[in-house]
């Protein structure tokens, strides 16, 4: 796990730790030194810490006058023995809505298990964006954390599955991907071809 670092290649369009706005704006990074861990794993330093034990992040992009965010996720999503979810709202989402943000987009290629518990988080982040016309939107889950998010209900406030899987996003710039979600969600895209 030590080797795979956050998508870099939207560095030159933005850096969270060089956004004022961002829940980590100044914040400095090693290329060489080794700290941070999932349980007996090494990640990468590049990833943000912001209080799970298990789950770690990197905001890949925000636009605030289009009002959404991409996120990078890595690790496992433990609500039930470590409540990520109240960590990611309380530390990352509730500063970016703040912000005005209220379109999220989060890859989850590298999120190896999910463990549900309450849907309460959920359920309030979907309450503080849905009257913007926010949304959520999870790409290139696993299938088997696809499946135990539906087994919790989530679908009520998340998008993910098959129409979101697969889209290449990485060799789109942001917006596009941005754009190409906005597709599925409002229905312009169902089969993706490339």
């Given at each position: 796990?030590?080797?795979i670092e956050?998508?870099?290649?939207?560095?030159?369009?933005?850096?969270s730790?060089?956004?004022e706005?961002?829940?980590?704006?100044g914040?400095?990074?090693?290329?060489?030194?080794?700290?941070?861990?999932?349980?007996?794993?090494y990640?990468?330093?590049?990833?943000d810490n912001?209080?799970?034990?298990t789950?770690?992040?990197k905001?890949?992009?925000a636009?605030?006058?289009?009002?959404?965010?991409?996120i990078e996720l890595?690790?496992?999503w433990?609500?039930?023995?470590?409540?990520?979810i109240r960590?990611l709202?309380?530390?990352?989402?509730?500063?970016?809505?703040?912000?005005?943000?209220?379109?999220?987009v989060?890859?989850?290629?590298?999120?190896?298990?999910?463990?549900?518990?309450?849907?309460?988080?959920y359920?309030?982040?979907w309450?503080?964006?849905s009257?913007e016309g926010?949304?959520?939107v999870?790409?290139?889950?696993?299938?088997?954390?696809?499946?135990?998010m539906q087994?919790a209900?989530?679908?009520?406030?998340i998008n993910?599955?098959?129409?979101?899987?697969?889209?290449g996003?990485?060799?789109?710039k942001?917006?596009?991907?941005?754009?190409?979600?906005?597709k599925?969600?409002?229905?312009?895209?169902?089969?993706?071809?490339?």
């Amino acid at each position: 796990m030590h080797d795979i670092e956050p998508h870099f290649n939207w560095r030159d369009h933005y850096t969270s730790a060089e956004d004022e706005r961002s829940p980590f704006f100044g914040r400095q990074y090693s290329e060489f030194q080794f700290s941070q861990k999932i349980y007996n794993y090494y990640i990468h330093p590049q990833w943000d810490n912001f209080g799970s034990s298990t789950l770690y992040l990197k905001i890949l992009f925000a636009d605030y006058d289009n009002h959404f965010a991409i996120i990078e996720l890595i690790g496992e999503w433990n609500d039930c023995l470590h409540n990520d979810i109240r960590f990611l709202k309380r530390e990352v989402i509730d500063l970016l809505i703040e912000q005005d943000i209220h379109k999220f987009v989060l890859m989850t290629e590298n999120v190896l298990n999910f463990h549900s518990g309450d849907d309460d988080y959920y359920e309030e982040w979907w309450d503080d964006i849905s009257e913007e016309g926010g949304w959520i939107v999870l790409l290139d889950s696993l299938q088997h954390v696809i499946e135990e998010m539906q087994t919790a209900r989530l679908q009520h406030y998340i998008n993910f599955g098959t129409a979101f899987n697969d889209i290449g996003w990485r060799k789109h710039k942001p917006l596009a991907v941005f754009k190409l979600v906005e597709k599925i969600l409002n229905g312009e895209v169902k089969q993706l071809t490339y």
